[in-house]
């Protein structure tokens, strides 16, 4: 009996998260106040954080995003533009992030094709979307994504509404649901290009998530980045901070119980 626990618990370990989690450490901010019910505040306080995080010494990335890795997301369902949906209402649904220009790099997620978010993506800027491999696998099995159109959160209300977005880039995977997971079609969209509503909506329910790689042992950097955070906010406080191991070593804490 403890053999196949052992067995269990030691190829978990050795799966492949599709992003780094050494050195890296996340922190939550809210973001639920009036100040920040439309796009442009958010954005602004996303560019002065990043640009006073990267000025401390030892931290080498940050990305901000609306959902962490392995602690839960969110899911959309979106068409791909001029493909027949046959009996469906709209063509399928994939998981769903809302992130910084960085967010890739902060994690080390590989770009497969095509390029990644620029801090130009904004709100002036023509809608985009980045998509990872298992959702082109599945859903363009023998076309080019890069050549498509997606639209994200068709019917969905006022809040979602929007736009198609280009299709500019494919990411590898990332197991968001633990390593005991295998990975889900996921869809990455500019938080600088989240419809006002949606935005409104997105700060009610949940926190700005920043992610922060470092040199060094990120827990030895959380006051400077705190304080950082703080400056760019205009005082707002941060929360659950945790080491990026840590949130891993979270997901597979009953198999380790168990062996």
């Not at 006073?52 to 995003?65: E, K, M, Q, S």
């Amino acid at each position: 009996g403890a053999a196949p626990l052992i067995r269990t618990f030691l190829k978990l370990q050795a799966v492949d998260l599709g992003f780094t989690t050494h050195n890296v450490i996340s922190m939550a901010m809210s973001v639920s106040g009036d100040r920040f019910q439309k796009t442009a505040p958010v954005t602004q306080l996303i560019r002065d954080g990043t640009n006073r995080v990267l000025a401390v010494p030892g931290v080498t990335d940050v990305g901000v995003t609306n959902g962490l890795p392995m602690a839960g997301g969110f899911g959309m369902i979106f068409d791909i533009v001029g493909r027949p949906k046959g009996n469906s209402p709209f063509t399928g649904g994939a998981g769903f992030y809302s992130i910084s220009w960085r967010y890739f790099n902060a994690l080390k997620i590989p770009l497969l094709r095509g390029r990644e978010f620029t801090e130009q993506d904004d709100g002036t800027a023509p809608g985009v979307v980045i998509i990872n491999q298992a959702m082109a696998r599945h859903y363009w099995p023998k076309g080019d994504p890069l050549k498509d159109r997606i639209q994200i959160g068709p019917g969905g209300g006022p809040a979602f509404a929007e736009g198609p977005r280009q299709v500019v880039g494919i990411v590898g995977d990332t197991h968001d649901g633990g390593p005991n997971r295998n990975p889900t079609p996921m869809m990455y969209i500019p938080l600088a290009q989240m419809p006002d509503l949606e935005t409104a909506l997105n700060s009610r329910v949940t926190p700005l998530w920043w992610i922060v790689r470092s040199q060094v042992d990120p827990r030895t950097l959380v006051a400077p980045i705190t304080a950082a955070l703080r400056d760019a906010s205009g005082g707002l406080p941060v929360a659950h901070i945790r080491t990026m191991d840590e949130i891993e070593a979270r997901n597979i804490a009953r198999q380790r119980f168990n062996m």
